[in-house]
Every structure is written in C-alpha cells, then in structure tokens.
C-alpha cells in the first residue's frame, strides 16, 4: 500500500462544515467592516525577519521561538509572518502614507511556532483591522463598537471586554522602573523565563501563566497609577465613549499585552465558557510610535486581531451541523435515459439562474429509490421528480421534503407566472402569505424568496427548453 501523508504538527486541515464557520465570520466582517469605513488590504504571507524583530520587539515570545524562519537563495532570512500589524504598517509607509490617515482590515493565515493545544495551533487565521493616523480615543471606541456588534451579529453575547491603558513614552519609564524593581525585589520567586524577561520584557511578566508568577503579578504595580495626564484623559475618553454607547466593559489595571510596541489603549475580548485556557479571542491597542519607527512619519495608531479558529469553536457551540450544510434547493431524480438529459439541462440552468441545484449527474442509471434517498441524505429542500409519464405529459412533480407535500404542475403552454394558479399552490404548501401576479408577487418573492425563485425559475427555464 502507499504511504499515506499527514498534516504537519500544529497545522490542520479546516474540512466543511467547518470551513462554512470561517466563510461566515469572513463575510461578516466584510460587511460590517466596510460600513465602518475600513478597507480590506491583501498582505505577503513572507516578510523579512527583522521587520517582526524591530516591530514586535527582540524580548518577546514570538521573536525568540515562535517565528518560522524560511532562508531564502541568497541565505536571507525570511519568516512566515507571525502577525499582521508589522506588515500593515509596513505597507502603509511604503505605498498609503502619502494619502494620509488610513482605515485598513485583513484576513489570513499567521504562524507561530507556539506548543499546540486547543485553540493554539502554528498556522491560525486572523482577522484584523488597523486604523493609521488617528490618535483620540474616538477610534479606539469605534474598534471596539465594531467587535461588539460583530459579535452580537454572530449570536456571541457572552464575550467580556477588557481595557486598560499601559501609557505612552512619557509616562511608561516611570512605571518600567517601577515594575522592574518590584520584580527584581521578588525575583527568586518567578519562573526561569520570566526572571529573563526582567531585563527584556518586564511587562510581559504580568501576562505569565505560571502560578507563583500569577501570584507575584497581584501586587505589581500597575500602568494606570503612573499614567500621565494626557493618557488619563485619553483613557477616560475612551470609557466615556463606550459608556455613551452602553456597552459593558471592564478596566483590567493589570491587561498587558506581549508586543513590545503598544501604547496607551490595549483591549482584549475573552470568551466567559467554552475556550478553556485560551480564552482571548480578541487582542488589540494603541501603537501610536511604530509608524515612525519603521521609517514613516509619526502618524498615532491602533487595531486589533481576532482569531478565527477561536471564534469557530465558540460559534461551533451555537450552530448546529445541520444548520451549516445547507442542502440543496432542488435535487431533480430522473428516470430513464430521457429523463435524465432533460434533468442534465435543466440542473445547468438551474444553477446558471442561481440555485443550487443537484442530481446523481454521473450515475444516468440510478434507481429512483437510490436517487431519493441521496437527495434526503444531501439534505435537500425539495425533489424534482421527472419520469417519463412527467416528460411525456408536460408535468412537474415536486415534492417539498420537509412538509412531505407533493404538487403536480403542468408545465405546458405556460408563458408566464400569472398563469399558475397561485391560490392552488398556496393552499398545498400552506405558506402564510404567499401571493401571486404583478407587484405583491415580487413583495412575497423577498419572504418566500426560496420557494418563489425556485418556481419562477423553473417556468422560466421550462418554457425556454420546450422553445
Ligand atoms: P495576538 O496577535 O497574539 O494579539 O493574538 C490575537 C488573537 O489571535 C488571539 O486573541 C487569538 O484569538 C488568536 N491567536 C493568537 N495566537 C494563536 C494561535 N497560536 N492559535 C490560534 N489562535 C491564536
């Protein structure tokens, strides 16, 4: 037998009908990103090491284990990005800035050569926004208004918002001092890499997972007791805003976050049940100092990034499977070699008309009893039965799987809708609503869009085939 492959550690497959989880949550930030002003932009999956080591910052996690180093011919290091943010402000500098302030989104695969776990894994999809030239606490509202309603819209009403601001380059040193001499002060009690990251990373000892660490972060001092007064108003501003738009959220005074170039504002959006240790779905803040670190002009920004394969384990939980493989509109069972080209021509005008439609298209001698089934299997919405009595008699047989009912139409001499009885129809299907001819026709096509398109096609494309 032949060797059989397998998927690299910390990498996976995403099969239907999970892929359908991530096509929602991509259409939906398409839509609602969109009405909120930001544009999508479409980014390299390689980058050059030293742009995540220069942005993100040499002491951080991701830096000193976590990147996928890829060397190109030339023996330069490349690496798989490990986020996004970087390259955003990247191609900001390079080919936006010249037009000024910039509202921007993604979506795609990140790598990190991270233990993987649940809801942890080496390549994970984010989605993210990033605003570039907005320095109030207006923007920082707008983001996180943006995720909470994408949220609600997904049906997740229990995801916590937590916000807190770290300071800006005035202010922060004051607190870095003050932090790094409490934790030299403790430092027999924190972990092997924490006690490096005195000198490299001090704060992201507060976001260690280690319990003595945990304990030892309680009572560190805090950013917001070292805020100067223009990040104070900022952050008041903030809250004001998110309170103007009731929406709840907490001050966490001890939310950090792991990359080296945040400021001010940082939020994180945390899933209450259903995620275990990763419960973080979304990360975000305030880099008001990487653009003109990275070459540009100084220009304040922010964004965020939202894990995909995180908030598919939360909708996953909400949506049953049978919601997301949704079958077909029609599946057309033929009978005889007749029936089945008819069924082959009408199934592509089907389809070319819009609907999803679907027949055994390789198999012209299935029975019909093995036909029906499949359709039931498939999960189809209604079965079109054409058998040579139908064909020979101009009729159409079909049957609505859920309800069981059965309508013959006549298919003959129809020229258009006004000619169906629509009264008939209606009391077979008993459809609240379901009216027929001229105006109130194309009103109930939007409440009964399913079932109406799907008839109206089929007289439409009917009267073409006979023509
Ligand atoms: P970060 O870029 O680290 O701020 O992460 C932002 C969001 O991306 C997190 O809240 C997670 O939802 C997601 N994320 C980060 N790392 C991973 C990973 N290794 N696997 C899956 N999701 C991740």
Not at 348 to 370: K, N, T, V
Request: aromatic content about 10%; glycine content about 8%; proline content about 4%.
């Amino acid at each position: 037998m032949s060797k059989k492959y397998q998927v690299v550690k910390g990498f996976r497959d995403i099969l239907p009908p999970e892929s359908k989880l991530f096509w929602l949550a991509e259409k939906l930030a398409r839509d609602l990103f969109a009405r909120f002003g930001y544009q999508e932009i479409l980014l390299p999956v390689l980058e050059s090491y030293d742009l995540f080591a220069c942005s993100i910052g040499t002491g951080t996690d991701i830096v000193e284990k976590e990147m996928f180093i890829v060397p190109d011919k030339k023996g330069q290091n490349l690496v798989l990005r490990p986020e996004a943010t970087a390259s955003v402000v990247r191609a900001y500098v390079e080919g936006l800035a010249s037009q000024g302030p910039a509202k921007l989104f993604y979506f795609g695969p990140m790598f990190r050569y991270e233990r993987p776990q649940k809801g942890r894994y080496r390549q994970f999809w984010q989605i993210g926004a990033e605003a570039i030239g907005y320095g109030g606490p207006g923007v920082d509202a707008e983001l996180i208004l943006l995720l909470d309603l994408y949220f609600k819209d997904l049906g997740l009403a229990e995801i916590q918002i937590r916000i807190n601001n770290l300071g800006c380059k005035i202010c922060r040193p004051s607190y870095r001092e003050a932090l790094v001499k409490y934790l030299t002060d403790n430092e027999a009690g924190l972990c092997e890499d924490c006690r490096r990251r005195l000198s490299t990373n001090p704060l992201r000892v507060l976001d260690c997972k280690n319990e003595a660490c945990k304990t030892i972060a309680q009572s560190a001092p805090c950013p917001g007791e070292f805020l100067c007064v223009d990040c104070a108003s900022h952050f008041e501003g903030l809250q004001r805003l998110l309170n103007l738009q009731k929406v709840s959220f907490q001050v966490d005074p001890r939310l950090v976050r792991g990359l080296d170039y945040y400021t001010r504002t940082v939020f994180e959006f945390q899933a209450q049940t259903g995620l275990g240790a990763q419960n973080a779905v979304v990360g975000g803040g305030r880099y008001d100092g990487l653009v003109e670190e990275m070459g540009g002009n100084p220009a304040p920004a922010i964004g965020f990034a939202l894990g995909v394969e995180r908030l598919a384990l939360l909708l996953e939980q909400k949506i049953s499977r049978s919601e997301l493989v949704a079958g077909p509109e029609v599946f057309l069972i033929f009978s005889g070699e007749e029936a089945y080209r008819f069924a082959f021509q009408l199934l592509f005008l089907l389809r070319a008309s819009g609907l999803y439609a679907e027949m055994a298209i390789d198999e012209p001698s299935r029975s019909l009893r093995s036909q029906l089934k499949f359709s039931d299997r498939i999960k189809s919405k209604s079965a079109l039965i054409i058998g040579e009595d139908e064909l020979k008699n101009k009729l159409l047989n079909l049957k609505l799987m859920e309800s069981g009912k059965e309508l013959k139409l006549e298919y003959q001499g129809l020229k258009n809708l006004a000619n169906i009885d629509w009264e008939e129809l209606k009391s077979h299907l008993q459809t609240p609503g379901f009216a027929y001819a001229g105006r109130e026709y194309e009103q109930t096509l939007v409440q009964n869009r399913d079932l109406l398109k799907l008839l109206k096609i089929y007289f439409n494309e009917l009267n073409k085939l006979e023509a």
